[in-house]
């Protein structure tokens, strides 16, 4: 079977994937075969490549692709018991860059935790 029509990409992004470094398991150039572990570790990799690790207080702006740390963020409570009954809320900000809205979902820390980050008070 076709590796794009099993993974449901175009034909040119396998072939955009081959230049980027997937090696086929042949050298035929019109239709070259992968090995499925090859495909699976390189897409893998790809993704891996592109994950951004977020600090505290960070935000993962869409459009400027990169964490930034806004100076004003906003609770909305989503009244929704997540993990052990915490709250979960959504944290909605603005990227200081480029003024598009960022979003991320967190857990409120309950009151006795909070003693713990005083500085952030
Ligand atoms: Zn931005």
Redesign the pocket.
Known sequence: MELANLLGVHVQTVRTWASNGLAPLSSEVHRPLFLGQTVKSYLSQQQNARKVKLQAGEFY??????A?TPALVTEVDRHVLIGKQKDSILLTAH??????P?NKFSSRISTTQKGKYATNA
């Open positions: 702006c869409l459009r400027c692709r990169k930034v990227c200081p860059q480029c003024d598009c960022v």
